[in-house]
């Protein structure tokens, strides 16, 4: 073989893939240091150096010895994802675009209130389950993120609101899991996602904070029932099968009895007996906003433990449903709280840089053909919109 073939090949001898610390729990991390030949305690320094001070080098890992710090760099990385942008809302809203690997982009919110903060985390790329009044559904779908896409989001508002400096106070309280994705399609990787924001040596953020959301993948529902304890929250948005089929159309598979059936079971398993479900109800004009819609929700949901969010329908580019009048929705929540119910409005935040509920679309590069489909409508009906092209 000629000298030049050989350099040339030499060149291209791929690099060995560097493992990413960021995604891995803190027994995924004693494994990792374990074949390092390390002790697994390293872990939980390990832990603490990415998730409470924010720290990517290794040089900067003083507790690490030299030499475990030059292993490290030539078999690790703590690698995030790259924020694209980020927008704040005259509200103090901000939607960050942020690039995962493969070039597509993901949404992540963060909603200030007056005693919390809320990061609304995605957990794919765009969508599968194609909800007809969802915006990230209109993306179709690329592929689930990483254990370290999911955690990294959290990293990434932490460092933007200093949190990992000594002492900062906590801007992020609340982690839920309502970005773009159904958290349950992604299941192994949110609750391992999950269990870093929740691990005491990292995020430390209680069970009570942390909300799983989910459209009604009844089997994965029922699995997570074994494995975590978060809060929960189910996207119900019909009381009745008929309607629920067009509006989400997973209920087709798991209709609404399994569904609800599924929650009440993942709530009693819970250690803590005063917890409710969360029922999530986007309410849209003339669809399911009716008094008779109301009452036969509040007989569905008779025997679930749960609290009741009622959410205005946030319209984006060509979508086929209008905002629920005040009217309506005053009515639809009176009728629920005449039955008992506790009912909250979820009040809009951040539309003015697209930021509400179901109005996330990122940058999906769809391998469904659900995007062109959702173009060419907007093209016949000649909407104007920003976020895609
Ligand atoms: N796939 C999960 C996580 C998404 S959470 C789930 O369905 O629960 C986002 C919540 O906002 C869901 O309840 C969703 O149904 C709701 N939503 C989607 N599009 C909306 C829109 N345009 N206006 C208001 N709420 C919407």
Redesign the pocket.
Known sequence: MPDSALNTAEQFTPQPVKTNLLGLSVSKLGDFFEQLGEKRFRATQMVKWIHQMGEQDFDQMTNLSKSLREKLHETAEVRLPEVVSCQDSTDGTRKWLIKVEGGSCIEMVYIPEKDRGTLCVS?QIG?A?D?S????GKQGFNRDLSTAEIIGQLWIAAQSFDQFAAKAPRRVSNV????M???LMNFNNVVDAMNLMMEDNAYGLSKRRVTL???GVVPALDQLAGVTDVSL???L?APNDELRNEL?PINRKYNLAQFVESAKNYIEKMPDNRRKATV?Y?LMDQVNDRSVHARELAILLKDLPCKINL??????PG?D?KRVTNTALNRFRDILQGEGYTVTVRTTRGDDIAA????LAGEVNDRTKRQQRYKNKLAAEEVPIKLLD
């Open positions: 957990s969508c389950l909800c009044f969802c915006a990230t839920v899991m309502m970005g994705g159904e958290p959301s989910t459209a929250a189910i996207s948005h989400v999530e986007t959410i205005p329908f946030n319209p984006f979508s449903y509400a509920c179901g109005q």
